[in-house]
């Protein structure tokens, strides 16, 4: 129905009356399409306003994160990067044996993009870069709630300004390379390989991670975090105090 009616988000629909109509159905099944509709952010339904189309990148994710999720708040920024770690790595596994000729491709291209970002010293380029790499691997997956989940969790990571770049440098150069591996895995049609390149990459800039424990957050506030959370260091202490940031991307 939004397809056919060419409506784009933000768009009212039809009321639920009209739609009941159009459909050819009763108002009790309308009614509780819309419920479907609406838990999983197609459309959203405003009380006295009427049914309007939801932004379609919000399926699932940032509208009903967002409104609890607080992006100085560390404890939610663990938690974040946590559940990131788990989507990409399954995300890169399945890409690793669902991608198509033309996604790998695509894959290719970003990496590339990446690099070139880095070697000139272009900052917007390589943000594009990145982000297109991963929401490409996630694509690769063929599991819609996987790249749903993925482009959420970066659109509050960034919200949170933890993998924003503030300087291109040996850190972006590192995660050219990891790029670079995570590609050659899901090329090779090497699952576990494309996982644990993924885990690799993702655990430097995880504040929780084995590997960079600690150091984006560290960073951002000026605090030495151990490779383990530990209890000298509140979970809950604010990223507004800060006035530095991480170099690299993830």
Same mark, same amino acid.
């Given at each position: ?14 009321? %639920? ?22 838990? $999983? ?8 306003? +009427? ?11 940032? =509208?009903?994160? +967002? ?25 890169? =596994? ?11 491709? %695509?894959?290719? $291209? ?47 990571? =960034? ?58 957050? +560290? ?12 209890? %000298? ?18």
């Amino acid at each position: 129905m939004i397809g056919d009616l060419a409506l784009r988000p933000g768009d009212r629909m039809p009321t %639920e009356k009209d739609l009941a109509s159009r459909l050819r159905t009763s108002r009790t099944v309308v009614r509780e399409a819309i419920k479907i509709l609406s838990a $999983t952010g197609r459309v959203s339904a405003q009380k006295g306003r +009427g049914l309007y189309v939801a932004d379609s990148e919000s399926m699932l994710g940032a =509208r009903q994160w +967002g409104g609890f999720f607080v992006p100085t708040n560390l404890d939610h920024i663990f938690m974040l990067f946590e559940f990131r770690r788990l989507q990409e790595m399954q995300a890169s =596994r399945l890409a690793a044996t669902r991608a198509s000729p033309s996604e790998l491709r %695509e894959i290719q $291209t970003v990496v590339q993009t990446c690099r070139n970002g880095y070697t000139s010293g272009n900052n917007a380029q390589f943000d594009q870069g990145d982000n297109a790499f991963h929401l490409g691997v996630a694509t690769a997956s063929h599991n819609f709630f996987l790249l749903s989940a993925i482009r959420e969790a970066r659109m509050l990571q =960034r919200q949170a300004s933890v993998i924003g770049l503030r300087g291109l440098g040996g850190h972006a150069s590192a995660a050219v390379g990891e790029h670079e591996a995570i590609y050659r895995a899901i090329r090779d049609g090497d699952p576990e390989a494309a996982a644990q390149a993924t885990s690799v990459h993702l655990d430097k800039w995880n504040p929780a991670g084995s590997s960079g424990s600690g150091y984006a957050i +560290g960073h951002l506030t000026r605090v030495e975090f151990p490779r383990s959370r530990s209890t %000298e260091v509140s979970p809950k202490r604010s990223l507004s105090q800060s006035d530095d940031a991480p170099e690299g991307h993830a």
